[in-house]
């Protein structure tokens, strides 16, 4: 009986191409937005999880009152791991800041992506050892672990282990291991792993075990045994924060330390010092609502079509009935059609899916694949295309098995059109999900634009930099002197930290009336009497840095921000005494507040002392001339620090990346939104569809009594606009409150004003009646003679 069935439905798509193409294309398109989405929410969420013991590794994170921080400190892994029998192995790990150089041979690279690592790190971690041992692999003083990438980056096919490799141009390093090339969904990316106990070497937080300098990740694995539930974790963050006491003592403020879960860092709120590519959350659950609302939609769809398409089968049915089917019968023949229809269309997506995987991963820029070997994502499509069967053929399979067989087979087939109630309720749904995505396009467009034009406090246009590496160290005053001299790079200043990746931070700041109790960071910028200039950042009190005065060794300029924690106005704090890390100084200048974070942040107290040694140098370009001043820094570097290969980058490009995530949730949201729009009219059309059918004779009529299209037309479209209006009015609070939701994770954003609700629903006004306006002037123009000619 069941093949029986799925041969009528064979018959069925081939007898009526027409609506076979419309309903297998917009399942198709449902399925695959769905599974594009499911592939990369199933990413999102699986970061870090092929580690062996995932479960039981966590970081210790820190607060500072409403600083929250990654970072750690060099003692406390093995202090902790002294006192508490529960934590059974711990790492540390340490940035290469802000790089290293390689080089074997001829070769030689600038490498970003290294870190110093404790030998426990292959115990705690499970990235797999291609060569070498694993056991003994970061024992080795002067050894270094690399990636299989980088193994054919620097010895080509030869075997790389016992090769030197020369670092920094003063030491020699020993491959001692090669690593699998990292995953993409891990936490941690790298290309470099060096021993924790070469960087002992000049470390003096390493070699005193410090408590109170938070510059390291910790990683602490657990034991087995213990229970990951809250009461338990909070016992044991409770039990650390007595043991950092001890070790800390005389010191007034005190961290408050956190255990994240490794498997729940990449989406977790956002802390100080977190690696780059950082997940989020809420993006994950919205584009988890959105393939379900996809399918849904596609699904509306499904059931439209069905129904406008009842009439032409009710006859067939009508026999069906009469020679003895029963009711349960016929359900399970429409059902069974729904099912193969729905396979049929995953066949298609999955097609569709393969095809534009390529351009998916270019846009959100992830490596997702189709594991062909996945046996449970092979049942999850099976289970989601029987579902989706099942839910869209279950409206047409009891509305159409309902048929009377008795009017059916008299003609009357204009009494059999379902529960008008239920039909009209699906169209709403579609266009209210089409008007929330509507919304959703034209606020996140809005706010990614705001974001880009956004000025951030300085002149962000023609800022070049590099970083001071090798021999610049040692040759500050002439490279100034290289610099001034010409015109092309005179606008310059060097700085400890770029205003996009401020990386230093402090509690140390204090000055008269100071709560002792207060728990705030403060983040510090060294900069030197260009910065001002150079950056084009306002002052609005005081003055900046200046060579004339010998004193401004011991100044700091503040921004706004600092001010309002210290309870002084502009004017008032020239020439208050501050003092940072124990150095008593004068406030000399206050600058008007610049970002030095993302606009999900809001702007933080900010402390600038003078500092004639920084890591970057900054250089503001002439119009037009930014290759010409890009070859006279080369030409510089050359002749002052030619063991270093020359690098430079772009300030704007680095302030475009940190909003990389955004950009990419805003070009997939509006993919999605756009795919979503069109299923809900294809479910419109089926619905117009089905109203000019039904309607046929009673267009024919008013024809001949003098109707002109027009008007036709308009009775067709009015009852459609009825229920867009509707859908209007149950859109627009769930879009404000969904819009204001997501805008409220940024620090400063757009406002919501009433023009983006009236765009969206005239946009959806408008596709609406271009969806529904081919069937009724199609409708409408036919002759009445052809309409009317059963009576």
Not at 16 to 35: F, R, V
Not at 522 to 531: A, L, W
Not at 533 to 561: C, P, Q
Not at 723 to 744: F, H, K, M
Request: positive net charge.
């Amino acid at each position: 009986m069941l093949k029986t069935y799925f041969k009528l439905a064979y018959r069925n798509i081939i007898k009526d191409k027409a609506y076979s193409i419309l309903n297998i294309t917009g399942l198709a398109i449902g399925l695959a937005s769905s599974i594009l989405i499911l592939l990369w929410v199933q990413n999102e969420l699986s970061y870090d999880k092929f580690h062996k013991n995932a479960g039981q590794i966590y970081r210790i994170n820190n607060d500072f009152g409403d600083s929250k921080t990654a970072a750690s400190s060099a003692g406390m892994p093995a202090g902790l791991k002294a006192e508490m029998p529960v934590i059974k192995n711990t790492v540390r790990l340490q940035p290469a800041y802000p790089s290293v150089l390689l080089e074997t041979g001829n070769k030689k690279f600038q490498e970003e992506r290294a870190f110093y690592a404790d030998p426990s790190f292959m115990d705690v971690f499970s990235f797999p050892l291609v060569k070498g041992d694993r056991a003994t692999a970061l024992n080795q003083v002067d050894g270094v672990l690399i990636t299989q990438e980088m193994a054919a980056k620097y010895f080509g096919k030869e075997d790389p282990i016992g090769k030197t490799i020369r670092k920094d141009n003063k030491e020699n390093v020993v491959v001692t291991g090669v690593l699998a090339n990292i995953p993409a969904n891990s936490d941690l990316q790298f290309d470099f792993i060096l021993p924790m106990a070469s960087l002992a070497k000049t470390n003096d937080d390493l070699k005193n075990s410090v408590w109170t300098n938070f510059n390291f990740y910790d990683y602490v694995l657990l034991d087995k045994k213990f229970d990951p539930s809250a009461p338990n974790l909070l016992k044991l963050e409770k039990q650390i924060d007595q043991i950092s006491l001890k070790h800390t003592p005389g010191i007034e403020v005190k961290a408050s330390f956190k255990l994240e879960p490794l498997t729940k860092i990449h989406l977790a709120p956002e802390r100080l010092g977190d690696s780059t590519g950082h997940g989020n959350a809420q993006y994950v659950s919205i584009f988890f609502i959105i393939a379900v609302l996809i399918l849904i939609v596609a699904c509306i769809n499904f059931m439209n079509l069905a129904t406008a398409r009842s009439a032409r089968r009710a006859k067939e049915i009508g026999l069906r009935k009469v020679a003895g089917a029963i009711r349960g019968q016929l359900i399970f023949q429409f059902l069974s059609e729904s099912v193969f229809i729905s396979f049929l269309s995953l066949m298609l997506a999955l097609g569709i899916v393969i095809l534009f995987l390529p351009v998916f991963n270019e846009l959100a820029n992830r490596k997702l694949a189709i594991d062909v070997s996945d046996v449970k994502l092979w049942l999850s499509l099976f289970g989601i295309a029987m579902l989706t069967g099942l839910i869209s053929g279950s409206y047409p399979a009891l509305f159409l098995s309902g048929f009377n067989p008795v009017k059916v087979l008299k003609g009357n087939v204009k009494s059999m059109g379902g529960n008008l109630l239920f039909r009209n309720a699906l169209v709403v749904t579609q266009f209210m999900v089409s008007i929330v995505l509507l919304v959703g396009t034209v606020v996140i467009y809005n706010q990614l634009k705001f974001i880009r034009e956004r000025n951030p406090g300085f002149e962000k246009a023609n800022l070049l930099y590099i970083p001071v590496t090798g021999d610049i160290w040692t040759k500050k005053q002439a490279l100034k002197n290289e610099l001034n001299a010409n015109p092309l790079t005179s606008d310059f200043s060097i700085i400890t930290d770029l205003p996009t990746n401020l990386g230093g931070w402090t509690m140390s700041v204090d000055w008269a009336g100071k709560d002792p109790r207060a728990q705030t960071i403060f983040p510090v910028i060294g900069v030197d009497e260009n910065f001002i200039h150079t950056f084009r950042i306002k002052m609005i009190a005081g003055r900046s840095f200046s060579s004339a005065f010998k004193t401004d060794s011991n100044s700091y300029l503040v921004n706004e921000k600092m001010l309002s924690i210290m309870g002084l106005k502009p004017d008032a704090a020239i020439g208050k005494s501050l003092t940072l890390w124990g150095n008593k100084g004068t406030i000399i200048g206050v600058v008007k507040d610049f970002n030095f974070k993302p606009v999900q942040q809001a702007i933080e107290p900010l402390v600038m002392p003078f500092n004639k040694n920084g890591s970057f140098i900054v250089v503001r370009t002439l119009p037009g001339k930014t290759n010409a001043t890009i070859q006279a820094l080369s030409t510089i570097s050359q002749k002052l620090n030619p063991a270093y290969p020359f690098k430079f980058d772009f300030l704007d490009q680095d302030l475009a990346n940190l909003y990389k995530g955004e950009q990419q949730m805003g070009k997939i949201f509006n993919l999605f939104a756009t795919l979503g729009i069109f299923i809900s009219c294809l479910g419109l059309y089926g619905l117009s569809a089905f109203m000019a059918e039904q309607r046929t004779k009673e267009i024919g009529v008013r024809k001949v009594l003098g109707a002109s299209v027009s008007s036709l037309v308009y009775l067709l479209a009015s009852g459609i606009t009825r229920l867009i209006l509707i859908a209007i009015v149950i859109a627009i609070p769930l879009s404000w409150y969904a819009v204001n939701t997501w805008l409220a994770g940024f620090a400063y954003h757009i406002h919501v004003g009433w023009l983006i609700f009236v765009i969206a629903s005239v946009s959806a006004l408008g596709i609406a009646w271009l969806t529904v306006s081919y069937e009724s002037i199609k409708a409408a123009v036919v002759n009445p003679i052809k309409s009317l000619r059963t009576e």
